[in-house]
């Protein structure tokens, strides 16, 4: 059984290293530190080559 350690979808920190946030898209947990959840949430975009149709997502509010 091989155990992967979480790591950041953006800069790909382990949780050894960093604290990480867990969240779900599509039914598939992912995770992301602190510093680079501004990019999920405000420029979702920049994510999609990691994260299936999150080019679709649209960016909060006032941060296009």
Do not use: V
């Not at 059984?1 to 290293?17: A, L």
């Not at 969240?23 to 530190?33: K, M, N």
């Not at 501004?38 to 979702?44: E, G, S």
Request: hydrophobic share 35%.
């Amino acid at each position: 059984m091989i155990n992967h350690s979480p790591t950041c979808i953006y800069c790909e920190q382990s949780d050894q290293n960093i604290p990480l946030i867990s969240f779900q898209l599509q039914g598939i947990q992912h995770w992301i530190c602190p510093q680079h959840l501004p990019i999920l949430i405000h420029q979702p975009a920049r994510l999609a080559d990691k994260l299936p149709d999150l080019e679709r997502i649209t960016p909060a509010e006032g941060q296009a």
